[in-house]
């Protein structure tokens, strides 16, 4: 499968559930009607693409808690991955420049999960509160503690945003490891390769008994340093996905 069918194939899909989604808002004041059809989305995109996603760890999540999900992020199949493989209600922090996609950023905008413009430190501190108060609210959230995609898949360091957001909602942080993603979509390249995503899900690190500062930051070292531990034990396992190249 070349990869201008690939493409053409995650755009049907995904303008197919982004229409499904925006029709059922009205409906759906709870979102599980959304969130539904978010992980159908998602399996759906990795169908098209030639992906297989593999799944550890996920016994260490309780099913009636919310988390704060903190991962690695170095491709943009990654959202997928963790929408498919997780079974939870997990909202984004996306950035708000995706709302000016055609459908898929109306219904975006309509959606449960956060956008924050990164320009704006004030509204990333909105995009804080408010999804402190989703967490509380009973959802989990996912982070992307780089703050923005790795170009070599190397683990960059942290920011603090995902961590203060922690410990304001006093929810349990979850180390995630997303083991092959980078190699299926290069950055800077159009080509997407067939392969095997890993998720990898650690064990729930408690919420701080004390916020502040440096706790937020001790909690950042200890995060890091489980995901890297979660990479580095499948990549020299030789556990690492093998990929098809395509045209």
């Given at each position: ?56 760890g996920s016994e260490h ?56 413009d990164r320009s704006n ?127």
């Amino acid at each position: 499968m070349t990869s201008i069918f690939k493409i053409f194939g995650i755009a049907v899909v995904t303008i197919f559930y982004s229409v499904l989604a925006t029709l059922s808002m009205p409906f759906d004041r709870r979102g599980r009607t959304y969130f539904a059809l978010a992980r159908r989305w998602s399996r759906s995109f990795l169908f098209v693409s030639n992906i297989k996603l593999e799944v550890e760890g996920s016994e260490h999540l309780q099913p009636d808690e919310s988390y704060v999900y903190a991962a690695n992020h170095s491709s943009y199949f990654d959202i997928p991955a963790l929408l498919a493989g997780i079974d939870d209600r997990i909202r984004i922090i996306y950035k708000r420049e995706l709302e000016r996609i055609p459908v898929f950023g109306w219904q975006l905008r309509l959606s449960p999960f956060i956008g924050v413009d990164r320009s704006n430190p004030r509204d990333g501190m909105q995009s804080i509160a408010r999804a402190t108060e989703a967490i509380r609210s009973g959802s989990s959230v996912l982070v992307f503690p780089e703050g923005t995609r790795s170009t070599d898949g190397r683990l960059a360091a942290f920011k603090r945003g995902a961590f203060l957001l922690a410990a304001r909602a006093q929810k349990p942080i979850v180390p995630v490891a997303l083991v092959g993603s980078a190699s299926i979509m290069e950055a800077g390249s159009s080509k997407i390769r067939s392969g095997t995503i890993r998720l990898c899900i650690g064990k729930p690190i408690p919420a701080l008994a004390t916020p502040g500062k440096e706790q937020e930051r001790a909690a950042m070292e200890q995060v890091r340093y489980a995901i890297a531990q979660l990479l580095n034990s499948k990549e020299s396992a030789n556990q690492s996905p093998k990929f098809e190249h395509n045209s």
